[in-house]
């Protein structure tokens, strides 16, 4: 009997970082692109934040945010809007 139950629990254990692999892939990803810099984009990253807390999303626990900044360079903003459709 005892062997049983550790070739169970062996095979629970082996199968537990595939689960955390595969919450970690379907975890949505929204890109964040701000015309301005990261030290300028103060109020705005703020409230972008409390909108996602309030829709029960937490930076790194059930949402990934991809940050992009133009540093005042809004004709970058469409290149850093494609890079981010191209990485899906």
Known sequence: MLRREFIASLGSAMAWPAV??????????????YVGSPETSGNQLTGFRKGLGEAAFVEGRNIAIEYRFAHNQPARLPEFAAD????R
């Open 20 to 33: 955390t692999r595969a919450q970690h892939q379907s975890m949505p990803v929204v890109g964040y692109l």
């Open 84 to 87: 981010l459709v191209r990485r």
